[in-house]
Structures are given as structure tokens and as C-alpha cells.
């Protein structure tokens, strides 16, 4: 099992940059795991924000995000990165890593291992 801790969340204004980090150790072989980012409002469905494969040749974003968030990861630390850039109010949410064997997936019941979720808020 891999242990996942999420940091850099925050409060923000419309139009603001937050970079995420989530932190993964235990398991061996986590350099192959994909990676990836899911957020949560209060009351309403997780939901998929982007992937990352092990060795970070593919990403995925929702479009909700594209163009604007950008994944990454570095192995040699172990750790993933959501960079967030011109964060908008509906960008609200609290964010979670998530890791699983084999290729990148954004449906969330394909990840077995989730971190304890950052919060993100932009004001207006």
C-alpha cells in the first residue's frame, strides 16, 4: 500500500496560481504507479481533475481545467504535482492524489490508494 499526503492548498483570489504536492511512500515500485488528481465540493461527487502516467509520458486533464492546470511528477522524490493557474471560483473543492497500478484511469474507483485531500478556495 502507498501512503499519499497532499500540501499547498490554500485561499486564493480569482485568477491565482496554488501548486499541489502530494507525497507517496511505502510501496516499492511506486515509480510505476499512475497518478492522479480528483476534487470534492461539499455535498456533490468526487471528481476526475487530471492523470499522470508512471513515467510521465501521458496526461489527461477534464476539460474543465485544460489549458489552465497542469500535472507532473517527480520519481526521484516520489512526489506528484498539480500546478493550478488562473484559478476560478468553481475551482473550489478539496483536492485528493490518488495512485494505482498500471495506466493512467479517470474514473476514481480504479484507485485504490487516496491521500486525505488539500482544500482549495478562490474568492472572487
Request: aromatic share 10%; charged share 20%; net charge negative.
Amino acid at each position: 500500500q502507498v501512503q499519499l499526503v497532499e500540501s499547498g492548498g490554500g485561499l486564493v483570489q480569482a485568477g491565482d496560481s496554488l501548486l499541489l504536492s502530494c507525497l507517496a511512500s511505502g510501496r516499492s515500485g511506486r515509480d510505476f504507479h499512475a497518478m492522479a488528481w480528483f476534487r470534492q465540493v461539499a455535498g456533490k461527487e468526487r471528481e476526475f481533475v487530471a492523470t499522470i502516467s508512471g513515467t510521465g509520458e501521458v496526461t489527461t486533464y477534464a476539460d474543465s481545467v485544460k489549458g489552465r492546470f497542469a500535472i507532473s511528477r517527480d520519481n526521484a522524490k516520489s512526489t506528484g504535482y498539480l500546478q493550478m493557474n488562473n484559478l476560478k471560483v468553481e475551482d473550489t473543492a478539496v483536492y485528493y492524489c490518488a495512485v494505482r497500478d498500471g495506466p493512467t484511469a479517470t474514473e476514481e474507483y480504479f484507485y485504490r490508494d487516496w491521500g486525505q485531500g488539500t482544500q482549495v478556495t478562490v474568492s472572487s
